[in-house]
């Protein structure tokens, strides 16, 4: 697995408790540990929900409570962006790693190219998924990429697109919806497609396609991936607007837990996680 994205360097894994940001369980996971989750849900065989959480998405929950409910019910919820990773260590419980969403579709394609699992693309507009689908393909010539179909989550759609997932049988199931629809959309559905992965991908297939850039390695290393989007796609700004809010409440939270003591249960327990971290 040395070729794929998230690939650890080291088989060490670290557990330790989730953190909540304003509300919203976040999983804390290294790359090692989120992989080896995910590959232990495949094979159980039973339906699972994972969500990838960033600041976008803890804005939307405190506006959306059917999508926080969605987002506090998730099998496994992974930090993605740096906003997490930041709010994350003001809160005192850092997150040992950041998983992009693109580095963990491609990630989990090598899995299933591995593996002999099953792999379904759903959303995102036409034609992007099954070009998504052919440049996956052509980095994992052994992937089974059982279906492609963009679809929409409009009700009427939904039984025949839930039909079509359920005869094509797929381990691993991705929605490019765009959130919160995407993840609303899997928790309506979970257990009639009886996938035991199926995970909200946002713009996932659109940058593996070649549709739209990622930015540089050196503005993912310093967690400016969210300026590389603004000056691409200026139109985004009054999404942008979120992110100063997140700020602001992430503020408010770790100071008000300053005046709140840790229980010493939960003070072992990151302890001990950071032991096995280490």
Known sequence: MSTTPLSPRSPQSAVLSPVEVLGV???????????ARLTAF??????????????????????????REVLRRADLALADGVGLVWAG???????????????LVETLAALAAERGYRVFLLGAREGIAARAAQVLRGRFPALQVVG?????????????????IRAARPHLLF?????????????????????????G??????????????????MRRLGLEWL???????????????????????????????????????RARDRNGEECRR
């Open 42 to 67: 495949i094979e159980s065989g039973l339906p699972h929900q994972v969500v990838t959480v960033n600041p976008e998405f803890i804005i939307q929950a405190q506006e959306h409570p059917a999508f």
């Open 148 to 164: 492609v179909h963009s679809g929409s989550p409009a009700p009427a759609e939904e039984d025949e697109i839930v039909e079509r």
């Open 228 to 266: 590389h989007r603004l000056v691409r796609e200026p139109w985004r700004w009054r999404r942008m607007l979120r992110l100063p809010r997140f700020a602001a409440l992430v503020l408010r939270e770790a100071a008000r837990s300053r005046l709140v003591p840790v229980p010493p249960q939960d």
């Open 175 to 199: 929605v490019a919806y765009g959130a919160p629809q995407q993840d609303l959309w899997i928790a309506r559905h979970l257990a009639r497609l009886e996938v035991p992965v199926a995970m």
């Open 25 to 35: 369980r976040v999983d804390r996971l290294t790359a090692a540990a989120a992989l």
């Open 89 to 103: 260590w003001l809160l005192g419980a850092p997150l040992p790693a950041r998983l992009p969403g693109v580095d």
């Open 201 to 218: 991908v946002g713009g996932a297939f659109n940058y593996i396609a070649g549709g739209a850039r990622r930015a540089p390695r050196w």
